[in-house]
C-alpha cells in the first residue's frame, strides 16, 4: 500500500491522526473521530490553529474556554446542507461530546495567533457549483482565501456526483512561487454514497517520479505531498472530500497541468 493512502485504524474513537511528521512535511495536520452519543473527543491546539468540521451528526463543542452548545444540522454528510464548525485558535484546549452517532474532523496548521475562537458555520457557506459536463462538482467553501478566518488552514468540501471526475482538469500548487503559484500541502478526506463503493485519485508529477493511482474507500485520507492529484467517482457512486491545505501563505495558486490546458477557459 502506498503511504499516500491513510486508512482508517478503526470504526469507533479517533480513526486518523496525521501529524506534519507522520506524513512527512510541514505544515498540514488531519485528524477524525467517530463518535456514538455520549463519547467525548477533545486535545489541546498547541502552537498550532484548528478548524473543526462537523462532518455528520451532532455534538456538544467546547473550545478556548467557551462552550458553543450542540451544532450540526446534517446526519448523513450526503445531506449536503452547509457544515457546522468552528475555528480554535493556538494555546487552547477543545472538547466534543456527541449527542447522535458523529464524525468530527479537525483540521490544523500553524498559527501566528490573536485569533478568537468562532464558529465559521453553516452561516456564510452557500453549496456553490462548478465545472461543467461530467466535470461538474458542487462546494462548500469553509475558509478559502476569500474568509479571512485563519493564520494558514485553507478548508473546503466537494460533492462529485457519480460518474463525474473532480480536482479535474490535473494541476498542482507545490512550488512558493506566488502569485503564479503557491505551495500547499493537502489531504483529501474521501466519503462514499453507497459506503461499500470505491473512488480513484492519482498523484503524478509532471516529471513522473511520483505516479501513484489509489482505489478510496469510505473513510480514507490521501496524501498530496506534491504533483497533481485528480479524482474519479465511477458509475453509481457519489463522492464527497474534505480538503485541507496549508503552507508558507494563504493563498491558493496552482497550474494545470500543460497536457490539459486545452480544458480550462
Not at 68 to 88: E, T
Not at 127 to 145: C, D, F, P, Q, V
Not at 209 to 232: F, K, N, Y
Request: charged residues 20%.
Amino acid at each position: 500500500m502506498t503511504d499516500l493512502l491513510r486508512k482508517p485504524t478503526g470504526i469507533s474513537g479517533q480513526t486518523h491522526a496525521i501529524t506534519p511528521e507522520s506524513a512527512g512535511w510541514g505544515y498540514v495536520g488531519f485528524d477524525t473521530w467517530r463518535l456514538a452519543p455520549g463519547e467525548v473527543a477533545l486535545a489541546p491546539t498547541g502552537d498550532r490553529e484548528a478548524i473543526l468540521v462537523l462532518v455528520e451528526g451532532h455534538a456538544e463543542i467546547a473550545a478556548a474556554g467557551q462552550e458553543f452548545g450542540v451544532i450540526g444540522d446534517r446526519l448523513s454528510v450526503f445531506d449536503r446542507k452547509p457544515p457546522h464548525c468552528l475555528y480554535v485558535p493556538p494555546g487552547s484546549d477543545w472538547r466534543a461530546t456527541a449527542t447522535t452517532n458523529c464524525t468530527l474532523a479537525v483540521c490544523t496548521a500553524p498559527a501566528k495567533g490573536g485569533r478568537p475562537a468562532q464558529r465559521l458555520g453553516p452561516q456564510g457557506i452557500e453549496l456553490e457549483k462548478r465545472g461543467s459536463g461530467t466535470n461538474t462538482r458542487y462546494i462548500h467553501n469553509i475558509a478559502m482565501e476569500a474568509r479571512d478566518v485563519a493564520d494558514s488552514l485553507l478548508v473546503t468540501e466537494v460533492y462529485t456526483p457519480a460518474g463525474h471526475w473532480s480536482s479535474y482538469p490535473p494541476h498542482r500548487h507545490d512550488i512558493d512561487d506566488f502569485p503564479n503559484i503557491t505551495y500547499l500541502e493537502e489531504t483529501y478526506y474521501h466519503r462514499l454514497n453507497p459506503p461499500q463503493g470505491f473512488g480513484v485519485q492519482r498523484v503524478f508529477t509532471d516529471e513522473g517520479d511520483l505516479d501513484e493511482t489509489m482505489a478510496v474507500s469510505d473513510h480514507d485520507v490521501v496524501l498530496v505531498p506534491r504533483g497533481h492529484h485528480p479524482c474519479a467517482a465511477p458509475h453509481g457512486i457519489e463522492m464527497y472530500y474534505l480538503n485541507v491545505m496549508a503552507g508558507p501563505r494563504r493563498n491558493w495558486r496552482f497550474q494545470t497541468h500543460p497536457d490539459f490546458d486545452f480544458l480550462v477557459t
